[in-house]
């Protein structure tokens, strides 16, 4: 049933890929989460509440709390698709990542009153009738819940949304919860003691980990995450099949949500040719960027000097400087500004986070290096901080 609801619309999302297509995929995910958690929350809540199991009931009471979370889902979407406005300039396609974040919070607030509910159940028990009729509710919800994960998982890749994938993974965390309740309750028939307070603090710890687990994962796209390697790799590969383009550095990709992607780099062109030809290149560049792959590309364009032999000379000498300490420094930017008493060495070199050596310590020794080249050699180095391969 999952597959064939998506197959209904990967065909239309494939071929035009925009925010319309993309809020018809959250709002059919919301109704479908809205729709089965209310039926699982109704079945549960009144056998649960008819033969006394403060378990079951807890887990109904999970269940509206994702009824409550597909309507977020579903408010998010519909406002994370509206364009781009004067106050909002890069969309509103963020909207996702808070409405994944808000549901996280319904889900540990959940998972706490329950917590509080099965402990006072622990100190005050009372008797919960076996029936066989609960049994099948809790093996019914399994098989929904089971399913409902497995559609949230598929309409997530399809779209790559955060929101539906944290919905599959509360989905089917809720398949260990509710089946513990189940072998619990067989378990309590069995060994003629009232599990049902103890499964119920299982069930809510369930909850809370899913819940925070749920706000790690929400959270990280608002602060700014690293791009894939993948993403960086094709950026970087697309602009060297450019005729005229010499270099690239100072990649920077920001993410405002799904298919708002803003990115800038610095292109090395030669400095001897025309520079209308060069800009050329770089609209170019910019504008198949966001043709074929959505993407807000901003170049800076660095004329860098080709042809002067002592300039490339002094060069593959600093590179082989920099390779000496680490090959994991590249260096880009390289100028020289020539003079009779001494001559300024400019460039940048890219080092990967959590280097070895400080941004201090590696500058001191570039400049000790070049001292040693020559007493009048000095440096001008800035350090910038290389995310992708």
Request: proline content about 3%; charged content about 20%.
């Amino acid at each position: 049933m999952s597959n064939l609801l998506v197959r209904l619309f990967i065909k239309d999302y494939q071929n035009t890929q925009d925010a319309r297509v993309r809020e018809r995929y959250g709002k059919l995910s919301g109704i479908v989460g809205i729709i089965t958690n209310l039926l699982l929350f109704v079945i549960k809540v009144s056998v649960g509440l008819f033969f006394g199991s403060i378990a079951v009931v807890a887990d109904a009471i999970n269940n509206l709390s994702d009824s409550a979370s597909s309507v977020v889902t579903l408010v998010g979407f519909k406002v994370s698709g509206k364009p781009a406005d004067r106050k909002h300039p890069y969309g509103h396609a963020r909207m996702e990542y808070l409405s994944g974040l808000a549901v996280s919070f319904v889900i540990l607030l959940v998972g706490f009153q329950l917590l509080q509910s099965s402990f006072d159940k622990i100190f005050h028990p009372e008797a919960a009738v076996f029936s066989w009729v609960t049994l099948g509710a809790l093996a019914v919800s399994i098989l929904i819940k089971v399913w409902q994960g497995l559609f949230y998982r598929k309409m997530g890749k399809v779209i790559d949304s955060p929101t539906l994938s944290a919905a599959s993974a509360d989905s089917l965390s809720d398949v260990f919860s509710t089946g513990a309740v189940l072998i619990g309750l067989l378990l309590s028939q069995l060994i003629h003691f009232n599990l049902d307070g103890y499964l119920g603090v299982l069930v809510a710890v369930l909850i809370i980990v899913t819940g925070v687990k749920v706000i790690i994962s929400t959270s990280d796209p608002l602060l700014g995450t690293v791009p894939s390697k993948e993403l960086v790799d094709k950026i970087y590969k697309k602009i060297h099949s450019y005729k005229g383009i010499v270099g690239i550095h100072d990649l920077n990709i920001h993410s405002y949500g799904a298919g708002r992607c803003f990115a800038s780099v610095h292109c090395e062109v030669p400095a001897d040719v025309d520079i209308l030809i060069s800009h050329d290149i770089i609209d170019n560049i910019e504008r198949d960027f966001l043709k074929q792959d959505g993407i807000h590309m901003v170049i800076h364009m660095d004329p860098i000097v080709m042809d002067d032999e002592k300039t490339n000379r002094l060069r593959d000498q600093v590179e082989g400087i920099i390779t000496s300490i680490s090959e994991e420094i590249t260096m880009h930017d390289f100028r020289v500004v020539w003079g009779k008493s001494h001559s300024n060495l400019i460039f940048d070199i890219c080092v990967p986070y959590e280097f070895r050596y400080t941004d201090k310590e590696i500058c001191d020794l570039l400049e000790e290096k070049l001292q040693e080249l020559s007493p009048t050699y000095f440096g001008v180095i800035t350090v910038d901080h290389l995310y992708g391969s």
